[in-house]
């Protein structure tokens, strides 16, 4: 697989620990390549090289696709940033919550950013949420099950 051909929220089989597993990419690594949850596991992995990818996965066994989740959340709370945990530090957010987030805090606040996705520390969270909160933006923070952690 070429990494033009991967796409954030799609499944995969990939080679994780010497085992052929379906992994859903989540966002960008900090580090090139991507962050993905093995679905197996429940766990996070890095995803260094699309060659780690074998094939996309069509229909996930009743696993929402990440990209699912974050439409289910967005038209839930429509005009709100919404911050998505994808682990025990880590944040994502995508679309145009990362231009909004990009102009009033500053690329900074990103470990990773692109043109649809923003992968941010939790370390940089209540920097966002008070910049955001100061110009009556509300923001939601969810854990990786969409659940609801904090909104201001």
């Known amino acids: ?18 085992k052929v597993v379906h992994v859903q990419i989540i966002g960008p690594s900090i580090h090139s390549g991507w962050i993905a949850k093995n679905l197996t596991t429940g766990r996070m992995v890095r995803i260094r090289t699309a060659q780690r990818l074998r094939e996309r996965v069509e229909g996930r066994g009743g696993m929402p696709a990440f990209s699912d989740q974050w439409q289910a959340m967005k038209q839930e709370h429509p005009g709100t940033i919404l ?26 606040v990103f470990t990773t950013r692109t043109e649809d996705a923003g992968m941010i520390s ?7 949420t008070r910049k955001m909160a100061a110009i009556g933006q509300r923001v939601l923070t969810c854990n990786e099950n969409g659940d609801l952690i904090c909104q201001n």
């Open 122 to 128: 939790a370390a940089s969270i209540d920097e966002v």
């Open 1 to 18: 697989m070429k990494a033009n051909q991967v796409q954030m929220g799609e499944t995969y089989t990939a080679l994780v620990s010497g």
């Open 83 to 108: 911050l998505f945990g994808v682990g025990p530090a880590r944040f994502i957010t995508c679309g145009k919550d990362v231009r909004k987030i990009t102009e009033v805090c500053g690329s900074e």
